[in-house]
């Protein structure tokens, strides 16, 4: 039956995996605290410094551009926003910090300044305190606080000086055209006064004060009203040629023009604002910036958007101006006997009054852009002086060094997590009893040295090797290894119990198909645990190739071989007794022979293992790397059971399929058990077995039991012998 199963990793099981490697954790935390501290003494202390400005009403623009829609906004259908998010943009722009860079390094080149401007826009940051609000609040952080304060003072300076660059660039083209139309009207004031004189004397005319009060006054009224929408219809038309002209493609239109509709004002006052901040751009890049082509696109889509608009507007005024001419007319008639030079002097009368309500209109806002070029004020208002706290805001040395400590957790954590995931290898008994149908009969701990630089390594994967230090077990010694090999004899004994195995002890043969599983080493530890037990053992070290347990038990150079060669044939003289172990003995190897492999296939080895079951409970035979070697094939037959040692880590979990829970040798059915060696104690991926002895009254207590225990079973064999 095929019992194989993906695993996947628990948050418990990775726990107890970093929890066995925790000299890692603190080797990677100690190191990127090293990194952190070494970072922080050497990395400059930067401060901040805050400031909060009010933007005055004078910058902020009114983006309502459709005609119709000042109508709506007053009802309340249309809300109006202010520009607030464009100044911030503005007072963080390059222009603005480029010219903060010539002023605080003159001497700079123009390349260095450029970096410097970047450089300070990178540490400054703005931004508006919410929706309908004219605040702006800057931070800027600089490695001295002085420095940080004098820099923000100069941005909002320049910032300043900006606006009223721009602002005076306006009034004085606004003055310029204002001087050319009053030289022009000056003009046709003088050719209409001379028109008038001539007609007069011409035909005798001296006065035409002969209406009525009612007619006189209904004159006057739609007279006024026709100079007034004259003049915004001359207005119009010269902002109308002005658009037209392709020669003045970003020629500033005129504001403040009398027109009374506010929303070709507002798209004037944009148009104006674009292009000043056209002609700023570029002085700084070429004509091939999508941002200046953008710009471009803006402005021609707006100029054409006032043009339609003053279009529309001139034909409106221009009905209402005929309708006004008819009134005009039908009263004029009526007034005058004549009605033909009536006519003809009231046409010249209103069109000088027009120019002369012109003319006073431009004087007077020369007037205001004179006073305005004497007055300078200030776009914002600075509602807090640059202030902050003396202590540095970066690094931030607790953040760092938290940081610091998670990332040294998180690097063993994942590395761990990454290994874990991908191993295959069958690491305890889960693996085994998932992909095996091989009965499980134990586990053993690892038993090398816990403070050692391979155990350090082990857990990783280097340095671990199934090099052990030989016996483990002892009479008095509670620890892991004897706990683990305690409940491996039990749980043998305890399959082996009512199966049929011959007359006589039963005969253990230690199989593995990989070199270095630790197979001596549980081999001559379940011997010394049945020994302990009470049990007659015989272990017998049948690897006539390396003798790894001969070796570690440093026994004589005669043995086995020579009782296979015939040199000795009594067994019993080739035995080696343990000390403090009188029911153990142990049958070395001797001198390694030539020919193992023939020496195995004769009849002694049969016979040997046939009178030792008269004489022993259990006979534990070591045997070389099967697959590779013949010789624990050969030795299979002769055996009750096979013990199947599995290391830890050193073999694919898939490959546990290939073996098999019961072999049938010469139609003799012979159970196979895997022991899993080397396992960590401290941490697996299931449960977790930690043993702890302290030395305290009760385990003295439980230890003196333990001796008592054993003399009791010295006793017992004695009087058996």
Not at 402 to 413: D, E, F, K
Not at 588 to 593: D, E
Request: glycine fraction near 6%; proline fraction near 3%.
């Amino acid at each position: 039956m095929n019992k194989s199963a993906e695993r996947s990793i628990t948050i418990i099981e990775l726990w107890h995996l970093c929890a066995a490697r925790w000299r890692w954790f603190a080797l990677s935390v100690t190191f990127c605290l090293i990194i952190a501290v070494r970072y922080l003494l050497t990395a400059p202390y930067l401060y901040s410094r805050d400031a909060t400005i009010m933007l005055r009403e004078e910058i902020l623009g009114d983006n309502v551009t459709d005609k119709n829609s000042k109508n709506f906004t007053q009802l309340g259908f249309v809300s109006q926003k202010s520009n607030v998010t464009d100044e911030v943009r503005h007072l963080t722009s390059l222009s603005i910090l480029y010219e903060v860079a010539n002023r605080l390094e003159p001497t700079f080149t123009d390349n260095e300044k450029f970096h410097l401007a970047l450089d300070i826009q990178k540490r400054l940051s703005a931004y508006n305190d919410g929706s309908g609000s004219c605040i702006i609040n800057l931070t800027y952080k600089d490695f001295s606080t002085a420095k940080a304060a004098s820099t923000l003072e100069l941005i909002i300076q320049v910032y300043n000086d900006y606006w009223w660059q721009d602002r005076e660039v306006v009034i004085k083209r606004a003055s310029q055209f204002i001087d050319s139309k009053l030289k022009q009207l000056e003009q046709d004031l003088d050719i209409v006064d001379d028109s008038i004189s001539t007609y007069k004397s011409r035909f005798g005319i001296t006065n035409l004060e002969h209406v009525s009060d009612v007619y006189l006054r209904q004159q006057n009224e739609s007279d006024a009203e026709i100079m007034r929408l004259s003049s915004q219809i001359a207005m119009a038309e010269y902002i109308r040629d002005q658009l037209k002209d392709s020669e003045e493609q970003y020629q500033l239109l005129v504001t403040n023009s009398g027109i009374t509709n506010s929303g070709i004002e507002a798209q004037i006052n944009m148009y104006n604002n674009m292009v000043l901040e056209l002609m700023g751009h570029m002085k700084y890049t070429s004509g091939q910036n999508p941002v200046i082509i953008h710009q471009q696109e803006q402005i021609a889509n707006l100029r054409s958007k006032i043009l339609e608009n003053i279009i529309d507007y001139i034909q409106s005024v221009d009905i209402q101006l005929n309708s006004l001419i008819d009134y005009y007319n039908e009263a004029t008639e009526k007034v005058t006997s004549n009605p033909s030079q009536a006519k003809y002097l009231a046409t010249i009368e209103r069109e000088r009054t027009v120019k002369e309500s012109l003319y006073m209109f431009l004087l007077q806002k020369k007037e205001e852009n004179e006073i305005s070029l004497s007055y300078k004020p200030s776009p914002t208002q600075i509602l807090d002086m640059p202030y902050g706290s003396g202590k540095p805001t970066s690094p931030k040395r607790l953040r760092i060094l938290l940081a610091a400590i998670l990332t040294g957790m998180l690097l063993p954590t994942t590395f761990i997590f990454i290994r874990a995931a991908s191993d295959e290898s069958v690491r305890d008994r889960y693996d085994i009893e998932h992909n095996s149908d091989i009965p499980f009969l134990g586990e053993v701990p690892y038993s090398g040295r816990e403070h050692s630089i391979e155990s350090l390594l082990m857990p990783f994967g280097f340095g671990r090797k199934a090099k052990t230090s030989g016996i483990v077990v002892g009479h008095d010694m509670l620890n892991a290894s004897n706990e683990a090999f305690r409940v491996l004899r039990n749980n043998l004994d305890a399959s082996m119990a009512g199966k049929p195995h011959g007359k006589g002890g039963v005969v253990y043969l230690i199989k593995s198909t990989q070199i270095e599983v630790g197979k001596t080493f549980v081999g001559m530890n379940l011997a010394m645990v049945k020994a302990i037990g009470g049990q007659r053992v015989l272990f017998i070290d049948c690897d006539l190739r390396q003798a790894s347990a001969s070796r570690l038990w440093h026994t004589p150079l005669i043995g086995l071989s020579d009782f296979l060669c015939g040199e000795e044939g009594d067994y019993c003289k080739l035995l080696w007794h343990p000390e403090g172990y009188p029911t153990l003995d142990v049958l070395p190897t001797g001198a390694l022979p030539t020919n193992p492999t023939e020496l195995l296939q004769g009849s002694l080895i049969g016979n040997l293992i046939s009178t030792v079951r008269q004489q022993y409970d259990s006979i534990v035979i070591d045997s070389p790397t099967a697959g590779i070697l013949a010789d624990a094939d050969i030795l299979e037959p002769l055996v009750d059971c096979t013990l199947f040692i599995i290391r830890a880590g050193r073999i694919n979990r898939h490959r546990l399929n290939e073996l098999s829970p019961i072999e049938v040798i010469n139609g003799t059915s012979k159970p196979q058990y895997i022991i899993l060696n080397g396992v960590s104690v401290n941490a697996r991926y299931g449960n977790t077995y930690v043993y702890k002895y302290d030395r305290s009254e009760k385990d003295k207590q439980t230890v003196e039991i333990s001796k008592k225990t054993i003399l009791l079973n010295k006793i017992i064999f004695k009087k058996k012998s």
